[in-house]
């Protein structure tokens, strides 16, 4: 299959990469690194990749960023960060990418156990993770072709504990290769509308 | 209790109005209608009203416009026009409300139905309705004072079959004296954090 990874620097992105590469025709791309330079918040640079590669069988998200803070003090500037860059960045891609992917193909994107495990100064990545699966299920429903979309929902990586461990007290973490063969069953299974949960 | 209602002219909202008016000192704001116009999607027009209106014990929100079309024809334009109004207008209104609200005040917000029963031309409801109630979810562990945030999730009403009807085939309805009752329970009750579906 030809596979399109975004985030593919990322934590995760690199353990999708070494599961999938030595498997598929993996082609990259990301913000700053990676085969293709991409800034999902902009419709022009979604198109100009998606362009650029051609015909795909499989694309695989694992970017976004969120807003965190205390509620208390969060303005509504603040919360739609996440909604443009992880949720909005992430829907136009595979509302862009529905029309570029070969029959059977699939969207795999990434939420996170926030969506169903709230935390302190964690709403916005709540709400966003929980808007992206719940948009996986309806645009499963739609998509012609047999194309598939599904999500990967992991808890905190291990590899993130030193930055990100305290937002997430006594959560056990996974590994980015155990995360990694959520996205593999996601782009080689069947299923669609799916929520994978890595925890 | 002085409750605040946006939204007070919608067919929710005068099903809410005619129940809580008897009650409380109830203030109405609307786009169009209303004793105050507010646009939920300008902080300066959110600031302005809560400033108008002063301390409160209740603020309820039955407003937000969604984007609804075929998925395979969707913009990621057309798709932030829900997250933009019923999502961040709501979410901005509790943020800048939790500041309003007297010691043991609530914030009740509306989703739909759609959150968790998708349907076709309906990817933006399902994400935005989903969205507004993990939010609530994670939004009332933080709040301070005895504050509480809750979201009503009716399904279609009867009133508005003629025009949304066919977007629900085969949905029981319920009517908006019925679904007001989900927003007494949420104002003049004690739960917080809650989605009360009425379905």
Avoid: C, W
Wanted: proline share 4%.
């Amino acid at each position: 299959m030809k596979v399109l990874l975004i985030g593919a620097s990322g934590t995760i992105g690199q353990g999708i990469a070494s599961l999938l590469a030595p498997r598929h025709e993996l082609v990259t791309a990301g913000r700053h690194s990676g085969q293709h330079r991409v800034d999902l918040t902009r419709q022009d640079s979604v198109e100009a990749l998606l362009e650029a590669v051609g015909p795909l069988d499989a694309i695989v998200s694992a970017a976004g960023n969120l807003h965190f803070g205390p509620l208390g003090e969060m303005s509504a500037e603040q919360f739609n960060l996440g909604l443009q860059d992880k949720l909005l960045g992430q829907v136009r891609l595979a509302l862009a990418g529905q029309h570029r992917l070969r029959d059977g193909g699939s969207i795999t994107l990434t939420s996170g156990v926030l969506a169903i495990e709230p935390m302190r100064q964690a709403a916005n990545a709540t709400t966003v993770n929980a808007a992206l699966e719940a948009f996986a299920g309806a645009a499963a429903l739609e998509l012609p072709r047999g194309l598939r979309l599904n999500v990967v929902s992991p808890t905190v990586l291990t590899e993130s504990l030193p930055v990100y461990g305290s937002f997430f007290p006594g959560a056990e973490s996974v590994s980015a290769a155990r995360v990694a063969l959520a996205y593999q069953r996601s782009v080689e299974g069947t299923q669609t509308g799916r929520v994978y949960r890595v925890m």
